[in-house]
Antibody, heavy 124, light 108 residues
């Protein structure tokens, strides 16, 4: 069974840094496309970043240059390093697995499995 | 960037009624790379539909997706109490991946 458990959220002052973790089980992080998606309080969903199995990374314009996605294969864990945090980064951050197999075929690109989320609050 | 516009913003219906949710893209979504998610308060989103019309494992056949190009639809044939939630569409045909703003299906 695929499970994703995020941790590392909390209250941080503007300009500060925080590292989110996403511990995975039931599959291998390094063999899948993994992503972070966030949701500001009372708002919709926003894609943040993706890490491909080959190692390529991409970011939303809103976080480019401030956030870094990475993984630790030995721990089967995904990370999001967030620097220079702003009030507008306040959100629940979800990690998601984009790998999905059904009926003998496998697909990617959509967010098949989600963690429960971790809340990041940027405020002084 | 492909902008997805969902309508209506809120749909007020009674259990047993049919719900029709629309998702319109600002440009064509390649290969019908469109997904739908359901989100209940305090929970993570759940995948319902991918590839515009394929149901995810374990999703009731009350849910169906259709459409191509720029116009997509999620239909819930007969609303059950557990279906009242917020629904989001998402395109994965081009980067950046984008979501619609959501449609809330509420009990009338």
């Amino acid at each position: 069974e695929v499970q994703l458990v995020e941790s590392g959220g909390g209250l941080i002052q503007p300009g500060g840094s925080l590292r989110l973790s996403c511990a995975a089980s039931g599959f291998t992080v390094s063999s899948n496309y993994m992503s972070w998606v966030r949701q500001a309080p009372g708002k919709g969903l926003e894609w943040v970043s993706i890490l491909y199995s080959g190692g390529s990374t991409y970011y939303a314009d809103s976080v480019e240059g401030r956030f870094t996605i990475s993984r630790d294969n030995s721990k089967n864990t995904l990370y999001l390093q967030m620097n220079s945090l702003r009030a507008e980064d306040t959100a629940v951050y979800y990690c998601a697995n984009l790998g999905y197999c059904s009926g003998g075929s496998c697909y990617s690109g959509f967010f098949a499995y989600w963690g429960q989320g971790t809340l990041v609050t940027v405020s002084s | 960037e492909i902008v997805l516009t969902q309508s209506p913003g809120t749909l007020s219906l009674s259990p047993g009624e049919r719900a029709t949710l629309s998702c319109r893209a600002s440009q064509s979504v390649s290969s019908s790379y469109l997904a739908w998610y359901q989100q209940k308060p305090g929970q993570a989103p759940r995948l319902l539909i991918y590839g515009a019309s394929s149901r995810a494992t374990g999703i009731s056949d009350r849910f169906s997706g259709s459409g191509s190009g720029t116009d997509f639809t999620l239909t819930i044939s007969r609303l059950e109490p557990e279906d009242f939630a917020v629904y989001y569409c998402q395109q994965y045909g081009s980067s950046p991946w984008t979501f619609g703003q959501g449609t809330k299906v509420e009990i009338k």
